[in-house]
């Protein structure tokens, strides 16, 4: 499917999975992610959560940001344009990455996806066909905005694999992690990437979007047994914070959109030191990356666990002198970890592991506002990752 | 100490890189400059066009060199003579000649009115001119302002706020009167001010022709005052030609210790990680150095001999966008005999001819180039250089060398196809005031900007290697990220036109270019 040209005569479109979504949105909630309507939520989005963390819920992906990247200059374009080093994935694997601008800034993350030898498709929050572009002079490299022509679904949760099993994908359960596997699907091709945001096992399933019903049908056909639900915006949201993935425009503002000084971060401010590998050739904003590590990061991103039930939402962060020295970006309550957990970004040196911070809480009880300072302690690593996340082979649980 | 590792090589020998080199050498640094072409000069060079008949091949006439380089290099002791240190202006018309000498009007059809306006306009625009040429060391040298910009939290994006501070200081003392104007015109074009200065339509037509000279502007387009102060400065015509500066700054260079070698066109730089460590000849080899120095256009020095691989995307596209499209052509004729143009006496054929003959004329010139088309009706600066100079040309013949606008680079039909009927319309012009021209012709050589950047190597064959204009102007020339001489990668640095305060061979860019090299990497 090709959006028409014409999109001034209509912005926003059904997804691929429209009529099945909509079928299947019994609370008729829905918002715009790009180009298209999407669900926030189906039936209840508790339920829906529970569904993912404890069968498996399908997600449309298909509004994603998709770009393929060809070319004899492909691999050297990648790796000019992201941090991590681009050589190193090889055919059949997904990477996570970021971007940056000359200023050693994230513009977005993403995931690139090596489908075949020099053959690169990068997934993204935000759209970056300009950037791309500009990133492209001087590369021997083709870009193809490809978000409308790729339908996807992600298929996530601990009975995701007995499904993909019921629907005839043979061996699947032995795709590792950030392995991308494709198979033949009513005439048509299916590629399966063992990849997601909701921190648990699960799969993304990428498809010609004239053959995304029959997927989508088939799916729900094969897998009612193991429990199978749709999944909208909101439930997805839950399960990325609890997996302490972060979100462009939420967690950081993409640097290509910021006007104010000092409202972006570099990769270091984002705990995302991994993924910069200064060993591999000149990638844009490598001189302002080393600059900063030899002078020292500003912020610094950090994973809360806030004192009480109270959702530390858009919360103040203080430390022991009552001095403001950050602010909460993402926050809930995670019925997985057992805690009340948030994503934020202090000032350095604040937030360093195990120590403490106080947030400033804001609640309403039927209309009456009460405040408090919530005591946090900052922790390493996801909230919660269970071991099925990575086993392989994927059990059927 | 390896190979190379004190070694300074300055790539392309044009003047501002022999003006960088003879700098360098004078402070001691093992310095060598790697010209592409079978002699230094790069645009700014005399060169035999046909049998016996040689010309000033781009740049035909030298308006603003520093005079600090003439002093401090001695281009004097070392060749450098002037056939004429200022010519008057001839502007052709239908009637009389219009005869300027700066500002004051020698002949032609002009109110008392119109003769008062021009001593007044004439005092401010080289008052305005001379503001600008103090900012011509804007970003190098040692100042106490210098200082203070390196105070700036990061040291890779030096602060211009003290210079600009120095700057609106030099405004202020413009005093009230002068200040006043200059914020009122700074950014004007001249097609209003003109009009609204002066009746004779010739006068306007010759004034204008200063401010789109070598630009792609016409009398109506935006800053064209401000263009116009680079052309503010006398005229003059160097004793064989222009060729006769880049030869005498060679002679101060090698004086000084440097080291040139023409016929060696470079194809990349040679790069150590970050760093560029020397540079690869077309031939292949190598040659290391512990910094390079390019006197070539900026787009070419970062997109062409770097790569825009090694290069943070955003500036790379910073790079590309560069307004460097050049619209101006170069027309040779050798002549059989001195030229007639009409009302023309022949003691004034060796002055700089010019027609343009009203701002109509000139705008109307201009409107194709918008459309990537040439004109029809064309504009030129002419001179006869072997008026002043006999050795140009064989006894008794003559050259004639001039500017011809508006052709622009990227001729819709190409040049393949443009190049005929455009020196054919050229020549119709030029016939209009000289009608027997055309039989005294013995051979004629039209540059056109696409001849100019294959020839010249000059990226888009702009002659400044990028517009020159207030937004590619002090820390904007040529990007930001690229100003004060030096490339964001290191061991890498400016020296050439594209570079602040820009060209029309005023040799500052190669100046200042090596006092921040020198203030970098102390010997």
């Known amino acids: ?397 | 100490m390896t190979e190379g590792a004190d070694r300074i090589v300055i790539v392309g020998g044009g003047h501002n890189g022999l003006v960088c080199a003879a700098y360098l050498a004078r402070a001691g640094r093992k310095v060598l400059v790697l010209e592409a072409a079978d002699q230094v000069g790069g645009a700014a060079v005399t060169r035999e066009f046909a049998p016996g008949f040689r010309v000033s091949s781009v740049a035909h006439l030298l308006h603003a060199l520093d005079p600090r380089i003439e002093r401090e290099l001695r281009l004097a002791q070392h060749g450098l003579a002037y056939a004429r240190r200022e010519l008057l202006t001839v502007a052709l018309g239908e009637s009389a000649p219009l005869v300027l000498d700066g500002a004051n009007v020698l002949a032609g059809d002009v109110s008392s009115a119109d003769r008062a306006g021009l001593v007044d306009y004439v005092r401010r625009q080289r008052r305005f001119a001379a503001l600008l040429a103090k900012q011509h060391g804007f970003g190098a040298g040692f100042s106490v302002l210098r200082l203070f910009g390196r105070s700036a939290k990061n040291r890779n994006t030096e602060s211009p706020l003290p210079w600009l501070a120095r700057f609106a200081l030099d405004v202020r003392l413009l005093g009230r009167a002068d200040m006043r104007e200059l914020l009122r015109v700074g950014t004007m074009n001249l097609y209003d001010l003109l009009e609204d200065r002066f009746d004779s339509a010739q006068l306007k037509g010759a004034l204008a022709l200063d401010g789109v000279l070598g630009a792609r502007l016409g009398p109506r387009s935006g800053q064209t005052f401000f263009t116009s102060l680079q052309r503010a400065g006398a005229r003059g015509l160097p004793r064989g030609g222009m060729g006769a500066v880049t030869g005498a700054l060679a002679v101060a260079a090698r004086a000084a210790g440097a080291e040139i070698r023409v016929a060696s066109p470079v194809a990349s730089f040679m790069l150590d990680g970050e760093r560029v460590t020397g540079v690869v000849l077309q031939s292949g080899e190598q040659i290391a150095a512990a910094t390079v120095v390019s006197n070539v256009d900026p787009q070419t020095t970062f997109l062409g001999l770097l790569g825009a691989r090694h290069l943070d995307a955003e500036f790379a596209r910073r790079v590309a966008h560069i307004r460097s499209t050049g619209c101006a052509a170069k027309l040779h004729l050798a002549l059989s005999g001195p030229p007639d143009f009409r009302g023309v006496p022949a003691e004034l054929l060796g002055e700089r001819l010019v027609i343009a003959p009203d701002l109509g004329y000139i705008e109307a010139a201009f409107n194709p180039a918008k459309y990537r088309e040439y004109s029809s009706q064309p504009v030129l600066e002419i001179t006869v250089p072997s008026m002043h100079d006999p050795g140009l040309a064989p006894p008794g013949q003559h050259v004639l060398s001039a500017i011809v606008q508006y052709a622009p680079r990227d001729l819709a039909v190409g040049w393949a196809a443009g190049r005929a009927p455009f020196l054919e319309a050229t020549l119709g012009v030029l016939a209009r005031h000289a009608p027997a021209l055309r039989s005294q012709i013995v051979a004629a050589e039209l540059l056109t900007p696409l001849d100019i950047e294959n020839d010249y190597r000059i990226h888009g064959g702009h002659w400044h290697h990028g517009e020159l204009a207030l937004d590619q102007y002090m820390m904007l020339r040529p990007v930001p990220g690229a100003a004060y001489y030096r490339a964001p990668v290191p061991g890498l640095y400016l020296c050439g036109a594209g570079s602040h305060p820009g060209g029309g061979v005023i040799g500052a860019a190669g100046r200042n270019a090596a006092r921040v090299v020198l203030a970098r990497s102390r010997a």
């Open chain 1, 1 to 397: 499917m090709t959006i028409p040209r014409e999109h001034y005569r209509q912005a926003v479109f059904p997804t691929p999975f429209h009529t099945r979504t909509a079928a299947a949105n019994t609370l008729n909630v829905w918002h715009r992610w790009r180009d298209y309507t999407v669900a926030d939520a189906y039936f209840d989005v508790s339920l829906e959560y529970t569904a993912l963390r404890n069968a498996c819920t399908v997600f449309d992906l298909s509004p994603m940001t998709k770009h393929l990247i060809t070319g004899p200059d492909a691999l050297a374009f990648m790796n000019r344009l992201v941090t991590r080093d681009v050589a190193k994935l090889k055919p059949g694997r997904v990477g996570y990455t970021v971007w940056c601008d000359d200023a050693g800034q994230v513009v977005d993350d993403g995931t690139i996806f090596h489908l075949r030898d020099g053959v690169y498709r990068l997934c993204s929050q935000e759209r970056q066909l300009d950037w791309l572009h500009a990133s492209a002079l001087g590369f021997d490299a083709a870009i193809q905005e490809e978000t409308h022509d790729v339908a996807a679904l992600a298929l996530q949760g601990p009975t995701s694999c007995a499904v993909l099993k019921r629907l005839g994908l043979a061996g699947i359960e032995t795709l590792t992690p950030f392995g991308i596997r494709s198979f033949a699907f009513e005439g048509g091709e299916l590629t399966v990437s063992r990849t997601g945001f909701t921190g648990d096992l699960g799969y993304e399933l990428w498809i010609d979007p004239e053959l995304g019903i029959a997927l989508w049908d088939r799916l729900f056909d094969v897998g009612a047994p193991v429990g199978i639900k749709p999944m909208g915006t909101h439930a997805l949201e839950m399960s990325r914070i609890e997996a302490g993935f972060i979100q462009a425009g939420v967690d950081f503002l993409p640097a290509d959109r910021a006007v104010r000084a000092g409202r972006t971060r570099s990769p270091f401010e984002l705990d995302l030191a991994w993924l910069v590998d200064f060993g591999k050739p000149h990638f844009t904003g490598r001189r302002a990356l080393l600059a900063e590590q030899a002078r020292g990061s500003r912020h610094r991103l950090v994973r809360l666990d806030v004192e009480g039930n109270k959702p530390a939402k858009d919360a103040y962060l203080y430390d022991r002198r009552r001095r403001n020295v950050g602010v909460v970006t993402s926050a809930m309550w995670s019925p997985a970890a057992k805690a009340n957990i948030a994503l934020a970004s202090v000032e350095m040196p604040h937030g360093a592991p195990g120590g403490e911070l106080w947030a400033e809480i804001y609640y309403q009880k039927e209309l009456k506002w009460s405040r408090f300072m919530a005591r946090c302690t900052v922790v390493e690593g996801p909230f919660y990752s269970p071991a099925r996340r990575r086993a392989t082979p994927a059990a059927d649980f």
